[in-house]
């Protein structure tokens, strides 16, 4: 998510909303109203709300991710384009060739280890430590994990800076679905019990899926882990769909919100949205009145968030790593 000067995305139309959705669920249940179960945790209870999409995810080839990235020689330190021209026209024209080279075959050797192994993270730290964050051969890195491995994820918070996290939305991938786990704070007092729901969808071989997840969800949650004295272990490949979608799109299009790039890509216009910057606004009105209503666009802003987020990695996907 992106936060963004709550005018830009029309305050009155959505404090119109509000209104609408208090008059209209008055003396209404959560339960009633957003159908889930109450989730135990070591931490407390929260709110667990399930939910499926279907999604047709396309992937990048793993034999052509690997070309792609070893034949980039810029990759090993002390080579930029006018020695990867010399190098190449002497025979070097892949990394694995470069092994045999007498000043960059034992880093070219390092590389070459990392990439047979599949240790993606410590693959797309050293592209990122030579390259842009958003540059194509860390997209080309994700086919290397099955489909299973991903972890679209996205988070509502009550600020930008050490508020807490009152949802977290994750969705992964099951043949042609999209399975969704939305974990809620019914109350500020819930946070621990939320963190502790999320904590076991990381595995070993996960990787996120991120909408400018880098720079705001994933260490936005270790702060509150860290706040609340919580261990987890967060340091996964983060596949952040923003900064590919940016790096394509960014002179096509007014912006690269995440709603622009879901009307302009998809063609779809949401409907009675609440955006990220007004989420506290109708959280506290919500934890006020008592009134659920104000919680409906929060759940269905965070669901549609993921949803996009897959539709565009799997876009990219198409765009950037197809024949």
Same mark, same amino acid.
């Given at each position: ?6 005018? #830009? ?194 595995? #070993? ?11 705001? #969800? ?21 596949? #952040? ?83």
């Amino acid at each position: 998510m992106i936060y963004m000067d709550i005018y #830009d995305w029309g305050y009155v139309e959505a404090q119109r909303l509000e209104r609408r959705l208090l008059k209209e669920y008055r003396g209404k249940s959560l339960e009633d109203v957003i159908p889930g179960e109450e989730l135990e945790t070591e931490k407390g209870t929260c709110y667990l709300i399930r939910s499926e999409e279907r999604i047709s995810l396309k992937t990048i080839d793993p034999k052509k991710a690997r070309e792609e990235i070893l034949s980039d020689l810029k990759l090993i330190h002390g080579i930029g384009k006018a020695t990867e021209a010399k190098l190449k026209k002497k025979g070097y024209k892949t990394i694995e060739d470069l092994t045999r080279h007498p000043r960059f075959g034992r880093e070219a050797s390092k590389f070459l280890e990392l990439l047979d192994k599949r240790d993606i993270y410590s693959i797309i730290e050293w592209i990122s430590s030579r390259f842009q964050k958003s540059h194509p051969l860390i997209l080309y890195a994700s086919a290397f994990h099955r489909k299973e491995d991903f972890m679209i994820l996205d988070i509502e918070t009550l600020g930008l800076y050490a508020k807490p996290v009152i949802l977290i939305g994750v969705a992964e991938i099951m043949n042609d679905k999209l399975l969704i786990n939305q974990y809620f704070a019914r109350n500020l007092e819930e946070e621990p019990a939320l963190l502790a729901a999320f904590l076991p969808n990381l595995k #070993d071989k996960s990787a996120f899926v991120t909408f400018n997840g880098r720079k705001f #969800d994933v260490p936005y949650i270790e702060e509150r882990l860290a706040y609340h004295k919580m261990r987890g272990d967060l340091n996964k490949p983060n596949f #952040d769909v923003f900064l590919f979608s940016r790096r394509l799109w960014r002179e096509k299009l007014p912006n690269c919100r995440l709603v622009t790039l879901e009307r302009h890509v998809f063609g779809i216009e949401r409907k009675d949205d609440v955006p990220s910057a007004l989420v506290p606004e109708f959280y506290e009105v919500y934890l006020k009145t008592k009134n659920v209503g104000p919680l409906i666009p929060i759940i269905e802003h965070n669901k549609l968030d993921l949803i996009t987020t897959a539709r565009l990695f799997s876009k990219l996907c198409e765009e950037i790593g197809g024949d």
